[in-house]
């Protein structure tokens, strides 16, 4: 075995995690292959449960599993079940040993909140962020720095939830460089292991959730095709079909809504019975439970593989119905996927295999770990971010619609469903009465189509617009949804001339300014801790920065003026000077602030020569594309003057009521 | 930018979708975010840009009623709501039964018959898109390359004939028709994503 040596000057290490409802996974890539790292436990999965105990003292992984049944209240397991969930979910319903906390004030907002007992309350993120930092530390610990992180979350998370997600990372105090859709990371790390071009399926049945997942794979570009699924169905729901039945046979009753009587001790057992009786049914046709009944004595209890396959069935008949939609929406049939891939625990159990092949009519690969392949993916993500690689590019899709509310409640969909991202949408609305000055804009995320019955995502009210007769105000409502799934909405009153922007503060997520509150009560030395990690983390990131101005120093400079480049120069100094010797984070950033003003123009300029690049590459005229690709800063310039003399030929011609020519000048 | 001039290439109804999907591959090599991760923030910002518009343009490019909404514009061909023209009666007729049968299927959790109705809309959309594809290859002046979805240099360009209005009024007929399909068909996969 080689033994790595400690090179305190090695650069920080991206690693990727697989933040799943059961079990979590951090993993990086070593010599080209990604590796599961060692968590707290010493092993490569970490149970995804937190225990908070007495005085402030919080475990994570396999001992906080051990206090499930003994103290489970303050055991917070499948906390990906509540990621990104109002406190009057459907999920908090179902059958599970947690106790909830009503949310107290307007500021606790609507986030379902554990109640610790006389240790207050903990939102999902906070319990995640406990997750996510037991895996950095292990990886710390590893690799003695770390730095971006990619984290999985399951394709069909919706807003909220992602945006959940990258808080708990956020709040863990990794720099999450993406978030990476659960299936696309699985196949990412079969693709390059195949090496083979064609389209996949990707069955995803984790312990929470569900996805399908249809992608191709041409030249190291997986386009994702269409994505479906559930957020809340998973191996907990078989667990939870089994426990139904075994409760009663404790002496426990259960109402038709789940609701019983049982003290979560006991729920706990039933459930944690459930999953042990579930894994022996892989491998054996029946298993004899031993139950402890109320009252003293126990009882034994037997189930078979195939009463257990009877009672998941309605959970892998909608697993179905998601894989169908997903195939439609591809506008593929079942017979012309390539292959079909099985991630997540629950792919283990021998009936969902079967299924799986019984849909897609072949048998599914598995050889990679379904336990590992995410966190695999992930790594490999993490390490071509890190590293600018240009050999692989992950094209996925927004899992659900998004839509504004209409006046009936219905929904007017901005960006259908499988749209590829990053994308933008825009939206013209008006006014419905005589001097309304104000307009509410309620988006939500879904397919169904009342508005009500679809995720709420944010609701703000775009004011001050000048009294206008009813239909003449002008209101238009731009979505962007960036590479991590995550929305951005703003709005505009047009006609006035006065342009109104509105950023939107999701009904679920944190501001950045709790982020931080949080980052400083978890920190000992609060302000001082926070302002030593900031001028260390500003550092890093000028140096990226120089790093990044030096590589299109080496390649582009030619597309700067003599003029331009010695203001680069300069700021590039400036920089360097600043992160050898400013105390305060700031003064780094500041310096950050004038290099990027002083390239910006130019940066637009190499984008427009690699677009140059990219498409004349693929044309007839090799000759023509040769000059193309050799023309420097003269040929630029003289083209945005040709763009400036159009636009005012086209406004002229505009204002003479001729029609608009698009010809270009011939230069 | 029209969606034409974000993917260079000569604007036209008939488009070569295979050909779109490597331009766009092509495109996202350049602009996707994951290559713009260690960029100062402002770069990021401007290539996030460029990503959506491409992303938008390919999203209208890839759908026939969106495609055939910005090749309008650049023909010059004026659509509105007060100057569109009103919906053949027989076809408001025959959308009429059709939903019927469709809404009747649906009562009926009859999945085959709301296949059968799918299929036959499918059908008849596919004869508008061949009408569309006809009057706009009429319009449009012609290509300056041989070979589908190649581009000419300086593309978006050509300088558009005044289209007559009796052109122009059966384009946006059958532009009409298929959002009538459409909206058939869309509520035809709700119903089956329902029924099933």
Not at chain 1, 348 to 359: G, L, M
Not at chain 1, 421 to 434: H, K
Not at chain 2, 33 to 45: M, S, T
């Amino acid at each position: 075995m080689l033994l790595d040596i400690f090179d305190p000057k090695a650069p920080p290490k991206a690693i990727g995690i697989d933040l799943g409802t059961t079990n979590s996974v951090v993993a990086h890539v070593r010599d080209g292959r990604p590796v599961a790292l060692v968590n707290c436990d010493g092993t490569a999965l970490l149970p995804s449960v937190v225990h908070y105990g007495p005085r402030g003292n919080v475990v994570v992984g396999r001992n906080a599993a051990s206090y499930a049944t003994r103290d489970p209240e303050r055991t917070i397991i499948s906390v990906k079940r509540f990621m990104g969930r109002a406190a009057d979910d459907p999920q908090t319903k179902t059958l599970g040993a947690y106790r909830f906390k009503a949310p107290e004030s307007e500021a606790e907002g609507r986030v379902v909140r554990f109640d610790l007992g006389s240790d207050g309350s903990r939102t999902p993120v906070e319990v995640s962020a406990e997750i996510l930092r037991s895996l950095k530390q292990s990886a710390v610990e590893q690799l003695n720095a770390v730095g971006g992180a990619v984290i999985t979350v399951p394709a069909y998370f919706d807003d909220a939830q992602r945006q959940a997600t990258k808080d708990a990372g956020k709040l863990a105090g990794l720099e999450v460089l993406r978030l990476l859709n659960e299936p696309t990371a699985a196949a990412l790390a079969y693709g390059l292991e195949k090496q083979q071009n064609g389209v996949f399926a990707v069955f995803d049945l984790g312990g929470g959730t569900f996805d399908v997942t249809i992608l191709r794979l041409e030249d190291g570009i997986f386009q994702v095709m269409s994505t479906g699924g559930d957020s809340a169905l998973g191996g907990d729901d078989m667990d939870r079909a089994l426990a139904h039945e075994l409760l009663p046979a404790m002496g426990f009753e259960l109402d038709p809504e789940g609701n019983t009587t049982a003290p979560l001790e006991i729920v706990s057992l039933a459930l944690e019975t459930a999953r042990k009786a579930k894994h022996a049914l892989t491998e054996r046709d029946e298993v004899l439970l031993e139950l402890p009944r109320k009252g003293g004595e126990s009882t034994e209890h037997r189930v078979t593989r195939a009463h257990f396959e009877q009672l998941i069935d309605p959970l892998l008949v909608r697993t179905g119905r998601s894989c169908r939609r997903a195939l439609r929406d591809a506008s593929l049939e079942a017979h012309e996927v390539d292959g079909v891939i099985l991630v997540g625990g629950s792919t283990r159990v021998p009936r969902v295999k079967q299924f799986v092949a019984e849909v897609f009519h072949k048998e599914p690969l598995g050889d990679i770990d379904p336990d590992l392949v995410v966190a695999y993916g992930a790594a490999v993500q993490a390490d071509l971010l890190a590293n600018a690689s240009d050999e692989v590019l992950l094209l996925d899709v927004l899992p659900l619609s998004l839509g504004i509310e209409t006046m009936g409640g219905g929904v007017d969909k901005i960006l259908p469903r499988n749209t590829t991202i990053p994308v933008g949408a825009r939206s013209t609305f008006t006014t419905f009465a005589d001097n309304q000055t104000g307009f509410e804009v309620h988006v939500v995320q879904g397919e169904r189509e009342l508005a009500e019955d679809c995720r709420s995502l944010a609701r703000f009210t775009l004011k001050g617009i000048p009294p206008m007769p009813a239909g003449m105000a002008r209101l238009e409502v731009e979505f962007h949804v960036d590479a991590d799934g995550l929305l951005e909405v703003h709005a505009q009153e047009l006609t006035t001339g006065i342009e109104q922007t509105v950023e939107v503060k999701p009904s679920y997520g944190l501001t950045d300014e709790q982020v931080e509150d949080m980052l400083l009560d978890a920190l000992d030395h609060g302000e001082e801790d926070l302002e030593a990690r900031r001028l260390a983390d500003a550092r890093v990131e000028g140096q990226r920065i120089l790093h990044a101005t030096q590589k299109a120093l080496d390649s582009d400079v030619d597309l700067l003026s003599d003029a331009e480049r010695a203001k680069v120069q300069q700021a590039v100094d400036d920089l360097e000077q600043a992160i050898g010797s400013a105390k305060k984070a700031s003064s780094i950033q500041l310096a950050i602030d004038s290099l990027e003003d002083v390239t910006h123009d130019w940066a637009g300029r190499r984008m427009d020569r690699a677009i140059r690049a990219a498409t004349l590459g693929k044309q007839v005229g090799d000759v023509e594309k040769r000059v193309e690709k050799a023309r420097g800063i003269e040929a630029h310039l003289e083209e945005s003057a040709a763009k400036a003399r159009e636009q005012a030929r086209a406004q002229e011609q505009a204002r003479g009521g001729v029609a608009v020519s698009l010809e270009e000048p011939k230069g | 930018m029209n969606p034409f001039q974000i993917f260079d290439i000569a604007p036209s109804f008939d488009l070569d979708l295979k050909a779109l999907e490597a331009r766009h591959r092509d495109l996202s090599r350049v602009l996707h975010p994951d290559r713009y991760v260690g960029a100062p923030a402002g770069e990021r910002r401007q290539a996030l840009g460029k990503a959506i518009e491409v992303n938008e343009a390919w999203r209208k490019l890839r759908d026939p009623i969106q495609r055939a909404e910005a090749l309008c514009e650049v023909l010059g061909i004026e659509r509105s709501e007060a100057t569109e023209p009103k919906a053949d009666p027989m076809l408001l007729m025959e959308m009429m039964e059709q939903r019927e049968a469709l809404g009747d299927a649906r009562r009926a959790k009859d999945l085959d018959q709301v296949e059968k109705l799918a299929v036959s809309i499918t059908a008849r959309q596919r004869e508008v898109l061949t009408e569309l594809t006809r009057r706009f290859a009429a319009l449009s002046p012609p290509r300056t390359e041989p070979g589908a979805g190649s581009a000419a240099a300086g593309s978006g360009g050509e300088a558009p004939g005044k289209v007559s209005e009796t052109d122009r009024e059966q384009l946006l007929r059958e532009l009409g028709k298929l959002r009538y399909f459409r909206r058939f068909l869309d509520e035809a996969s709700a119903i089956l994503d329902e029924l099933e």
